[in-house]
């Protein structure tokens, strides 16, 4: 719509210069006519959130579950963590689990995610540790392998994972849905943040929906591209932490409050804070710059220390950037990157790493861990290769 | 929302017979942007089953693209094709009526591998690449060289004969055999009227060679068809040209504008006066029934517009209004009216394309697809003609 308001001033302007011209003026005709229609489709447009959700079309209560089904099950309502267990040994040995319990799952996550606020608030009491994960992109292995060595997730072991939790590795579902069974075990031990490939476009083209379809059904990737949605955007650890997958705002002077009322349940917009959110980079020079990926922005250190200054945080923790170590940490050491996807798409030989934080001090632990062994199912198993083509 | 994430494989002039370099990594995520060695078959141990793509048919009707019979594994690991100067002819000539030689795979793969193939594919880059960020209104250049005149006026006399030649009453939903009265004036008539264009002393003798490519450039008089195949005879017909240097690099945006342009109007009045048969259509597995080279320039003059992205071709409006300016929309605009039913079911890759970020991208997509799927497919290029020009090595 912008570049629409853009071509229209130009041709009031050529209209001003050349009023006599008839092909300027047919110009600025069919422009402005552009331009009423798509204000006429944007006014009776149903906003995301007032769409009929496809989640309530769904009663798992009523799918039944053959006796023959040796998988796990959820008796009642409750998500338990012996059946967290038993599902996560189920995935490890390629089985899935029935699609009931797929969708109480998701379902419950839903409702969870829903209620969170667009920037959420997480107090670590004192003496108390927390994890951050970055990208973990379907490499359920390497995820089995992370908790391994730190620990399950529990009351007094949260973690919070940073995006970026599908596609390209060709585990993405068991991913998630190990995930959000956290989730709902553990509501206040599992936190979630949107990463940019939790949208529908990247999972069209880097195998996360082509993977739901196979292993799960249609409907589920409706499901998730829904559910996606309700993911928060960042997360503040004990008021001096700021999370987010990509990084920091093309403008200085961003506030807390200003991204905890983002109206986030949409597909990642072109341009704006949940864009930049989502999407940019930090860069080594000050100031700021056009983001190689051709969405977002760079940004240097000194914007880094600004917006820290202005929200009285201290540290910026973000994810979105492969690094060999599995971290890195720039910017005067104001702003850490972590990447949990070690050996990423079985080829760049880097480093997983997680980042320990423990109260009041928050002095940043990094761990760092190698790719385990996984199934012979190559990552972009399930991709669109058509629409590669166009990358 | 499209992805930005992954770069374009490096766009050095590789030959089609190097491999892409390995191990390339993306400048945006890191991420490794093509596989060391080629796709194979993954040896599956005893755990793990294949990861079995379920063809569901709601999907295939919603995305089929992704069940899509396409090679597009090799054809993601390609460079994009990059723009070629042609090599001019020098004489002595020896000009020959052209023959098929592509029977196999093996013969195709030759074929590929060779000179001819890759400044073919270049030419084909290089009129893409001429028309950049460009309207068919912008004024061109000021001399227009005799020989397009020649071009746009044979194409013309062509399409006078289609409404001296109306169609039959006929049954059947294809195939008016009307058709077939123009395509023999067409085999009358060709060698005079490709006389102007041969005028240069010493390119008489050309007639011989390029006649045939530019009488298969309008389809099958047997069938009553048309398709991707007859309209690479007439992209190879221009590019025999521009080895004799009829045809110049100067001259190329007004060859695309004006010339192929023309051409693509016949067609379109040949298919919708004479119903013709598209020809190996892939249906919904296919860019289009009958066409590619239009969406390939069509997508390079939309590079840089200031607001149309791909996605602007679900907009009415614009394709109303900006039809004749641009020739993707255009060809969308065409699709769109002669088929019924929702874009996105009959015309899937179309839609799918649509999504993409930017129109550089969809261009060069569309290169590699045409790479892919004519220049290495045995069913259109068993059809394709060796001569002097396009020799066969």
Request: proline share 9%; hydrophobic share 40%.
């Amino acid at each position: 719509m912008g570049k629409f308001k853009e071509a229209l001033k130009d041709f009031q302007q050529l209209k001003r210069l050349c009023p006599n011209d008839p092909d300027a003026s047919r110009k600025l005709k069919e422009c402005e006519k552009a331009v009423q229609k798509i204000k006429f489709e944007e006014a009776i447009s149903v906003q995301d959130s007032e769409r009929r959700s496809v989640a309530d079309t769904i009663d798992y209560k009523c799918i039944e579950v053959d006796a023959q089904y040796t998988g796990a099950r959820i008796e009642g309502d409750a998500v338990t963590l012996d059946f967290v267990k038993h599902m996560m040994e189920d995935f490890k040995k390629q089985k899935c689990i029935h699609k009931r319990y797929a969708y109480q799952i998701v379902l419950q996550a839903r409702e969870l995610l829903k209620a969170m606020p667009s920037l959420v608030d997480v107090a670590v009491p004192d003496g108390h540790h927390f994890t951050i994960c970055g990208d973990v992109h379907g490499q359920y292995y390497d995820l089995l392998n992370i908790f391994e060595l730190n620990g399950l997730p529990s009351e007094e072991n949260p973690y919070l994972f940073n995006g970026d939790f599908v596609d390209r590795g060709s585990f993405s579902v068991e991913v998630i849905l190990t995930l959000f069974a956290f989730k709902c075990l553990y509501p206040n031990a599992m936190y979630l943040a949107r990463g940019n490939h939790e949208s529908r476009g990247m999972n069209k083209i880097y195998g996360f929906e082509g993977e739901v379809r196979s292993k799960l059904s249609d409907i589920f990737v409706e499901l998730f591209a829904e559910v996606f949605c309700y993911l928060p955007l960042a997360h503040v650890i004990n008021g001096k932490v700021f999370v987010v997958h990509g990084g920091l705002f093309s403008t200085d002077g961003v506030k807390l409050d200003e991204i905890r009322s983002i109206d986030r349940f949409c597909e990642p917009p072109e341009e704006g804070l949940m864009c930049e959110i989502l999407w940019s980079d930090p860069q080594p020079q000050p100031g700021r710059g056009p983001s190689k990926r051709g969405v977002g922005l760079s940004f240097g250190g000194d914007v880094t220390k600004r917006f820290l200054e202005d929200n009285s945080l201290s540290l910026v923790v973000r994810s979105h950037e492969v690094k060999d170590e599995g971290y890195e940490i720039d910017h005067d050491g104001k702003l850490i990157t972590v990447f949990s996807a070690p050996n990423y798409c079985d080829q760049m030989g880097n480093k997983g790493a997680y980042i320990r934080l423990t109260a009041p001090e928050l002095k940043p632990d990094i761990k760092t861990f190698a790719a385990v062994p996984h199934p012979d199912v190559k990552p972009m198993a399930y991709a669109n290769n058509f629409m590669r083509m166009f990358q | 929302m499209s992805d930005p994430e992954s770069s374009p494989l490096p766009s050095a002039s590789a030959s089609a017979s190097t491999p892409p370099p390995p191990s390339a990594t993306c400048r945006n995520c890191g991420g490794p942007t093509c596989r060391p060695s080629p796709p194979t078959p993954a040896p599956w141990s005893e755990v793990s089953p294949p990861p079995a793509y379920r063809p569901n048919t709601a999907a295939i009707i919603l995305s089929p693209a992704i069940n899509a019979p396409t090679n597009t594994a090799a054809i993601i690991l390609s460079p994009v094709p990059q723009p070629l100067p042609v090599p001019v002819a020098a004489p002595p000539f020896h000009f020959q009526p052209p023959s098929k030689r592509i029977a196999s795979l093996d013969h195709l793969r030759r074929f590929n591998d060779s000179p001819s193939a890759r400044h073919f594919l270049g030419f084909v880059a290089s009129l893409s690449h001429s028309v950049r960020s460009r309207k068919l209104s912008d004024p061109l250049p000021l001399h227009f060289s005799p020989v397009l005149t020649s071009l746009v006026s044979l194409l013309q006399t062509l399409s006078h004969w289609v409404d001296q030649i109306p169609p039959l009453p006929h049954q059947a939903r294809y195939g008016n055999p009307a058709y077939r009265l123009w395509h023999e004036r067409l085999s009358a008539q060709l060698p005079s009227l490709l006389n102007p264009v041969l005028s240069p002393p010493g390119l008489q003798a050309a007639e011989v060679e390029l006649l045939p490519y530019l009488l298969d450039s309008f389809g099958n008089a047997t069938r009553i068809d048309y398709g991707t195949g007859h309209e690479t005879n007439f992209a190879a017909f221009l590019y025999c040209l521009a080895r004799l240097d009829l045809i110049k690099e100067e001259d190329y945006p007004a060859l695309v504008t004006r010339v192929f342009v023309t051409y693509l109007d016949l067609m379109r009045k040949l298919q919708n006066t004479y119903c013709l048969e598209p020809a190996g259509s892939h249906g919904v597995w296919g860019l289009d029934d009958y066409h590619f080279l239009p969406f390939i320039f069509g997508s390079a003059q939309l590079i840089d517009h200031k607001y149309m992205k791909p996605k602007s071709i679900h907009n009415p409006d614009i394709l109303e209004n900006f039809s004749h300016e641009y020739m993707y929309l255009g060809c969308v605009s065409f699709v769109k009216k002669a088929k019924k039913g929702v874009f996105a079911e009959h015309s899937p890759m179309l839609d799918d394309i649509s999504g993409v970020a930017q129109w550089s991208k969809v261009n060069s997509g569309l290169l590699k697809m045409y790479k892919a799927e004519v220049l290495e497919k045995v069913p259109i290029m068993q059809h394709f003609l060796f001569g002097s020009l396009i020799k066969w090595e």
